[in-house]
């Protein structure tokens, strides 16, 4: 029996109110584990109870299997809209498509609720047929911050966040390594990404240190090898590292476009055996969608990317996926990207989505070299915790050289003084909003006095905190400033 968890009813308690308020096309915010799909399938369901035709759209045949296998789960009937498959039966209310299915037919008749799988990826069709067809449309995905989604929906809904399933049980905590890093500096840029080519000449030229350090965690923290995931920057380096690990003694395979879909889905059917013969599977971008395999340990980023946070919180959204016995994933970090985008990615980590378009996807700023090293124990290589002095894997003590210590995009002042961290700039942003209150300042000046003060812009939820002695200090002390330059 399909039921919802309380978020997921609040969720799309939002959705109907959304739809009355006069947002025809909106957004669904869920992160990895949340519950996408079950949340899609009621809506299906409640549509079709209603004499409504409701049909779920997405990019890839095996996204339309898994998502028809789960109707059956629950023993919802339904069509699969899809050159030759064996479940055309176009008199169902509730239909499975293919998004070249849609853009081949360009419409659909009496169709009353469409759900779009995985909406940050976007199809001219499938986004033409939203914006000319009329029909009430609900986009799913875990990172809606694609350059033109807010053309497309006019709201969004975020009833759940990533710290908030880690804190249920939902989803599991990484425990982060920072890692030798692909060397990217120099690299040339298409569209503002750092080129394929150069990035797979680039890893391969770690590819033994990634093993290395796989071999060495994966023995040291769970004392043998654990399924592990692997993104790697092509498929050369994909090779590579399979013929690496193999030399070494452990079966990794590679998948990649190149190969037929048969060779795939026969990889992944036994990687996701409990007892399975492959220790790891190694991909591009081919595991960042429809892959569910909870019982996943290890994740190793070795794709580097310069804007897409999308693809950076997809690949770790992988290996967070709950499992009995599973207290936590590792991920081993050799593209740099989790400092890269570690603001943002507290940022969603507490705070959910708050808008659409709001500028996540731009080439983020490089961290020098020694915040890199800052950001890490310098004796395990494990992620800092933000406001400790000990490693929280190997206990390593961290020694003062003096009262402050920088952090990627963060400066950290230790003892009783201010701890400019990520949880410090919302609470910031929120007590600027609060002074905008008590002034009758317009938003704006909030927005403003943030971006003077950090160098970015907020990203944070509008929310209010009562101001305290030291923020208030300082707006007084830009008042200050601001008067003697006028004089």
């Known amino acids: ?85 064996w479940r055309y039966k176009t008199d169902k209310h509730i239909q499975i498509c293919s998004a070249q299915t849609l853009e081949a037919r360009g419409s659909f008749p009496g169709l009353k609720l469409l759900i779009v799988d995985e909406a940050h990826t976007v199809r001219k069709s499938v986004t033409d047929f939203i914006k000319n067809s009329g029909i009430k449309t609900i986009g799913l995905t875990a990172t809606p911050f694609t350059k033109g989604l807010g053309g497309i929906y006019s709201n969004v809904i975020s009833e759940v966040t990533t710290s908030e399933l880690v804190g249920e049980g939902s989803l599991v905590p990484l425990r982060v390594f920072i890692s030798k890093e692909i060397d990217m500096s120099g690299a040339k840029k298409i569209g503002g990404e750092w080129a394929q080519n150069e990035a797979t000449e680039r890893g391969i030229k770690i590819t033994g240190d990634i093993v290395s350090e796989w071999v060495k965690k994966t023995h040291q923290i769970f004392g043998k090898p654990e399924k592990t995931i692997v993104f790697c920057a092509g498929v050369a380096h994909g090779a590579d590292l399979q013929e690496k690990f193999a030399q070494a003694g452990y079966n990794f395979v590679s998948i990649s476009y190149k190969d037929d879909d048969e060779f795939k889905q026969d990889a992944i059917k036994e990687f996701e055996k409990p007892d399975s013969s492959i220790h790891g599977l190694i991909a591009t971008d081919i595991l960042t969608k429809g892959f569910d395999v909870p019982d996943v340990k290890i994740g190793i980023s070795a794709r580097p990317f310069t804007k897409s946070l999308s693809s950076h919180v997809q690949q770790m959204g992988r290996v967070m996926r709950p499992c009995y016995g599973k207290e936590f994933a590792l991920w081993l970090d050799h593209s740099g990207n989790y400092l890269r985008f570690n603001e943002d990615w507290e940022a969603l980590y507490h705070e959910g989505v708050n808008s659409l378009d709001d500028g996540k996807e731009k080439p983020k700023k490089e961290p020098t070299k020694e915040e890199k090293e800052a950001a890490k124990c310098p004796k395990c290589s494990h992620l800092w915790p933000a406001k400790s002095d000990i490693c929280a894997c190997c206990g390593f003590i961290r020694e003062r050289k003096n009262d402050v210590l920088v952090k990627p995009g963060n400066l950290i002042e230790l003892g009783n003084t201010l701890k400019v961290d990520a949880e410090y700039k919302r609470s910031f942003y929120h007590q600027l909003l609060q002074y905008c209150d008590l002034k009758n300042y317009s938003e704006g000046w909030a927005y403003h006095k943030y971006v003077k003060k950090f160098g970015a812009k907020p990203c944070w939820s509008k929310d209010r905190q009562p101001v305290d002695t030291k923020t208030l200090g300082w707006i007084r002390s830009q008042q200050i400033a601001f008067a003697k330059r006028l004089k």
């Open 1 to 85: 029996m399909l039921t919802l968890r309380p978020y997921q009813d609040k969720s799309l308690n939002a959705l109907r109110e959304g739809f009355r308020s006069g947002h025809n096309n909106q957004i669904l915010y869920m992160p990895t584990g949340a519950g996408k799909t079950e949340s899609a399938i009621f809506l299906l369901l409640a549509a079709s109870k209603a004499g409504n035709r409701a049909a779920m759209v997405m990019d890839r045949r095996i996204l339309v299997d898994q998502t028809s296998a789960r109707l059956d789960k629950y023993g919802i009937e339904h069509g699969v809209l899809m050159a030759g498959h």
